[in-house]
């Protein structure tokens, strides 16, 4: 499974809650890859770092990314739309920022989200969409 991660910028206590995420993903084995200034932004364990790969642009993502996760607020949410364009590649957004109209869930509710979705192994889009 392979999952993209996007944000404008986290603020430094906003770190740990990132590496948590990567964790979790890597203990699922879920290859990820991180837009590359959030990468730049984070001291990361060079464990973590090894199994990241950067992107850019949207040609940068594999074909087979089944989501990307937003993590900010609704502004992190519509730039993410533009990252993924056209390529059906469905958003999950983690509201990190003040307003949260358009993502998902709460920051501290996505542990439960991967874990349920990491458990049933269900590996296609719909999920993403509409499960969790």
Known sequence: ???????????AEQGSSLQALLEELAMHKIRVFIYHLLLEQFSL???????????????DLDEDV????????????????TIVKDSNIPILGINFGRLGFLASME??????????R???????????????
């Open 107 to 116: 920051s501290g509710r996505w542990h439960d989200t991967f874990r349920c």
């Open 118 to 132: 990491c458990k049933k192994n269900i590996s296609n889009r719909w999920w993403w969409r509409y499960g969790y």
């Open 1 to 11: 499974m392979k999952v993209a991660i996007y944000s404008r910028g986290l603020d």
């Open 66 to 81: 089944e989501c990307l996760i937003g993590i900010g607020g609704d502004g992190t949410i519509l730039d993410a739309v």
């Open 45 to 59: 364990p060079q464990h973590l770092i090894e199994q990241l790969t950067p992107f850019q642009l949207t040609e």
